[in-house]
């Protein structure tokens, strides 16, 4: 087990933070497709995403060093309902999404 150390160590992320990474990640996502997606959709897309997140919150805190497992997580869990949701291809989603996240 490692031993981590400093002020990031055990806390859980509070909603705010959850909300504005969710928002960042859609964001950059967005950018990489090149395409225009409405305001609406995207807020949508983020409530949708948030929601996930905080029904999963424990695996993800657990997880958040592994950026290939969150996103393999996000394409299981998320990325169909928001690629119907912008009307786009799934795996198009997909790669923009790994691009912009890192995983």
């Known amino acids: 087990m490692k031993n981590e150390s400093g ?3 055990g806390s859980l992320p ?3 933070t959850i909300r504005r990474a969710c928002g960042n ?3 950059r996502t967005v950018k990489r497709l ?3 997606v409405p305001d609406a959709k995207v807020r949508e897309a983020e409530e949708l995403y948030v929601r996930r997140v905080m029904l999963n919150l424990l695996w993800i ?3 958040r060093s592994d950026r290939k497992k969150l996103a393999d997580w996000w394409e299981a869990e998320v990325a169909a309902d928001i690629a119907s949701l ?3 291809a799934p795996d198009r989603l997909v790669r ?3 691009d912009a996240f890192g995983g």
Request: aromatic letters at 20%; a positive charge; proline letters at 0%.
């Open 34 to 36: 090149k395409i225009y």
């Open 61 to 63: 805190h657990e997880h």
């Open 14 to 16: 509070t909603a705010r």
């Open 7 to 9: 002020k990031h160590a």
């Open 86 to 88: 912008w009307e786009i």
């Open 25 to 27: 990640e859609l964001y």
């Open 96 to 98: 923009a999404f790994r």
